[in-house]
């Protein structure tokens, strides 16, 4: 038997620091001799909960299974390894004192072909990736409150390398698949940022990215407040992400977002049950092949992707505003790269309807209401992002060609929310303002000649939006 001990003391509350290592995915994040950590097991993370993770050690890739045996939130958790050739058991211990969280870390290892005089000289290699593991844990857990580097260093806020690839087509679109996102996640920090105690508005939970966005605010402890139109897919979704969580912070209202009528009612209740919404995040929406109008006389992509996010947010801005760092993540496309904003024909009245068109008329129009609203609310930090190529029903039922020849390709939900996620709760984020995001990372929102707005047409896309707003407010 070896055993390694270490301790560091990280700035963080003992609560957010249990829950963050406890959960042992999170473990890839912070020590660097992990390549992956999976979740074996359904529900919350428990007693009985098993990881398989894939170590990397002088180049070769060990798999090891990891089980929770103890369990005492938030002092103590105890995990057993087993590998090939040998067995671990990882006892973390925390205890608060007057800088934050001190964590002891023991792990024991029981070799199963190693003579003890072996073991004795092994033992200096387990203390250096012991260390070394402690430091990257450290890392993951010390809050940096940096912008991020290429919004500081450069006046689009993009970093030259993004310029690059985003307007050459190829690794622009590939940037959007399942690789793109495999590229990018190499380079990022670990996010170990609780939600705990925040208010988080998302609306579009019941399926897709918004599901996965949903389950990954959920882990992270935050209040819970989703919007959906259907109830009993609405009562099945509260019920999956609390079996699988544990939060039971979770509720949800109803409402059809493509009703004015039931967005300002949703607004309205949502105010007055929670005066404080720390984050609010714009996900819902939908590409339809065929022209509809809703029973409120407006086309429906119009209505869903654009109008409903506008006045849902202006409602909810008293709410935003008492927060202490509010947060506003709207949910567009990379489609809206191939389209202007059409402010005479928002609703695609006065041309042949087609789906893909105007849907990226309202993403794109909901990029430009992200930068103006960067501009007006000096005190709540708006972001656009896009989830790049995502496989969900929405996308297989709207685009059913496009979705068959590239499904190789396309992301999985989770990795499609993963930025909304990080928006939503990673401190440099809340840095900056009005910016486009794919994967972590400031993008253009121009690519394509024709395609930029001018002062104007910004003014004319606002007055509209407004004197829709106030039909339906003050009717
Ligand atoms: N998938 C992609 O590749 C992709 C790419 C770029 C952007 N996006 C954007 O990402 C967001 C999520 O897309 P997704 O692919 O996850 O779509 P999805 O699988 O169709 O899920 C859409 C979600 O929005 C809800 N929703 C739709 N219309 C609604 C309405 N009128 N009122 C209330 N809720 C409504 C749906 O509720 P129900 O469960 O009741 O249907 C569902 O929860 C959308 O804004 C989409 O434009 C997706």
């Avoid at 993770?53 to 045996?69: A, G, K, S, V």
């Avoid at 002891?104 to 092994?122: D, G, M, W």
């Avoid at 806020?157 to 622009?172: M, N, Y």
């Avoid at 209040?223 to 999956?240: H, M, S």
Wanted: hydrophobic share 40%; glycine share 6%; proline share 5%.
């Amino acid at each position: 038997m070896v055993e390694i001990k270490e301790a560091v003391t990280v700035c963080r509350p003992i609560d957010d620091v249990f829950r963050y290592l406890s959960n042992f995915t999170n473990i890839e994040q912070w020590d660097p001799g992990v390549l992956t950590s999976v979740n074996l097991s359904d529900g919350p993370v428990q007693v009985g909960t098993s990881f398989e993770l894939t170590l990397r050690y002088l180049f070769i890739p060990i798999h090891m299974i990891y089980t929770i045996t103890e369990y005492e939130p938030p002092c103590r958790v105890v995990l057993k390894g087993e590998g090939d050739s040998f067995a671990v058991t990882d006892t973390i211990e925390l205890s608060p004192n007057d800088h934050g969280t001190m964590v002891s870390y023991t792990a024991s290892f029981a070799f199963s072909s190693l003579s003890p005089r072996l073991q004795k000289i092994i033992r200096p290699a387990l203390s250096l990736i012991g260390k070394t593991s402690m430091a990257g844990m450290k890392k993951a857990l010390s809050p940096i409150a940096r912008v991020p580097q290429s919004v500081s260093l450069f006046s689009t806020g993009v970093h030259p390398v993004d310029v690059a690839a985003d307007r050459l087509l190829i690794p622009g679109a590939l940037g959007f698949s399942k690789w793109g996102y495999r590229l990018s996640n190499v380079f990022w920090r670990a996010n170990a940022e609780s939600l705990t105690r925040q208010t988080v508005v998302l609306t579009g939970a019941t399926a897709g990215i918004g599901k996965a966005a949903a389950l990954g605010l959920a882990q992270r402890g935050a209040r819970l407040t989703f919007i959906a139109r259907n109830r009993d897919k609405a009562l099945a979704t509260q019920k999956e992400l609390i079996q699988k969580t544990g939060n039971k912070t979770i509720d949800f209202y109803i409402a059809d977002l493509s009703l004015m009528a039931d967005v300002t009612r949703v607004a309205k209740e949502i105010l007055n049950d929670k005066p404080i919404v720390d984050v609010l995040i714009n996900n819902a929406g939908a590409l339809f092949s065929e022209h509809a109008e809703t029973p409120e006389g407006l086309e429906r992509s119009f209505a869903i992707n654009l109008l409903g996010p506008f006045i849902l947010t202006r409602l909810l801005l008293k709410g935003l505003e008492s927060a202490k760092s509010p947060r506003i993540v709207n949910v567009s496309s990379g489609g809206m790269y191939t389209q202007k904003v059409h402010v005479d024909d928002m609703e695609m009245r006065c041309q042949p309807y087609d789906g893909a068109t105007a849907y990226a008329w309202a993403k794109r129009s909901l990029v430009i209401l992200t930068e103006l609203w960067a501009d007006q609310l000096k005190h709540i930090a708006v972001h656009a992002m896009h989830p790049g190529w995502v496989d969900t029903q929405g996308l297989a039922a709207s685009l059913p060609r496009f979705h068959k020849r590239i499904r190789p390709l396309l992301r999985t939900p989770e990795q499609g929310s993963d930025t909304i996620v990080w928006l939503a709760s990673a401190m440099e984020p809340g840095q900056c303002s009005g910016l486009f995001w794919l994967d972590r990372r400031p993008h253009l929102t121009h690519v394509f000649p024709g395609t930029r707005e001018t002062d104007d047409e910004r003014r004319q896309l606002w007055r509209a939006l407004e004197e829709h707003e106030r039909r339906y407010l003050f009717s």
